[in-house]
């Protein structure tokens, strides 16, 4: 069963994630076992070198990571977490998918993969969630 009634009031719910939001991450959908966000790349999430921050990536599967974490069980906060950088971005748009890969009685795993708009597979995160 979820925690949010429907993708809305999860997307309320999430705006108070301050640094994801003001960085143009999005929550676009959300069910019982996953939830895919997304954001337009820009000038301001390149590093020194003209390619996107780490923590962009890393940022966008932590948020679609906690709407599915917290759509399970409200709330969960991340116990361990751990990201492979696979290919630098191509395209314009990132998109995160998360799934529940396990969820326990005080802890779940969830994989988020990250790509861009044009299919390229850009990173893979694994959280474990701890339930409060």
Known sequence: MSTFKNTEEARIYFQGDRFATLNGMQLDELTEDMSVCSMTLGEGHKNAN???MGGVMF???DLAFAALANNIHKPTVAQQVSI???SAPKGTRLIARATCKKDGRSTMVINVEVSDDTGREIAQFVGTGFKL
């Open 59 to 61: 940022t966008l599967a």
């Open 50 to 52: 003209g390619g996107i």
């Open 84 to 86: 492979n950088y696979l």
